[in-house]
């Protein structure tokens, strides 16, 4: 029986996080990291042309060396992405924190899932390490399957909860009504008929149990 993993979606806002390795690889993984505010230190003797303008913006402090010990210390996430293996082992048995080993899942405490990001909405795919490329097929898949329109849905029904919230006093109904604008029957209306039909819905829903 393989490893089995806890799932998690981790504030990495303002948290040093360290990139072993300047390549593409290394490059895909800072980009994505950035996205969601991390502090980025990049630990490689070359980088490519894409980290190295994030550099000059700013946005990454750049160490231009190899790897050495020490150069973990107070981090948050570590992710190791170089071509050689046995740097990328140091890195997993020195790193004091959570550490992902790029295609190496054995090496590492976590893995990092294919991710569908679309406004408020993400979706995390793994298999477990057994085969990333079936997690990215089957994100291609639900990418299709909830796209725009569910996007548009997730931040009006943002709104809508904070006045639920407010507006209806009785704990039950209000309950009631937040499971209602977010059951598969709203999505099935989402998919098959679009945001504008489900928003109506929900706003109905909502005023008649406000005057209930």
Known sequence: MGTSYYPAFLNIKEKKCVIIGG?????RKVLSLLRCGAKIQLISPVIT????KEKQKGNIQHISRNYTSGDLDNAFLVIAATSD???NRRVA???PCLVNVVDVPEMANFIVPSVIKKGLM?????????SPA???SVRKELAA???VELSKYLVFLKKLRKKALRDIADKNLR???????????????IRERGYKEARGIALKRLSETISS
């Not at 309950?175 to 059951?183: E, G, H, V």
């Open 122 to 130: 993400t979706i995390a795919v793994s298999t477990s390490g057994a």
């Open 175 to 189: 309950q009631q009504f937040l499971k209602a604008i977010a059951s598969q029957e709203i999505l099935k209306i």
């Open 85 to 87: 293996e046995e740097t």
């Open 145 to 147: 399957f909830y796209g």
């Open 134 to 136: 079936m997690a990215r």
């Open 93 to 95: 048995s020195e790193a």
């Open 23 to 27: 390549g593409r690889i290394a490059e």
């Open 49 to 52: 042309y894409r980290l190295n």
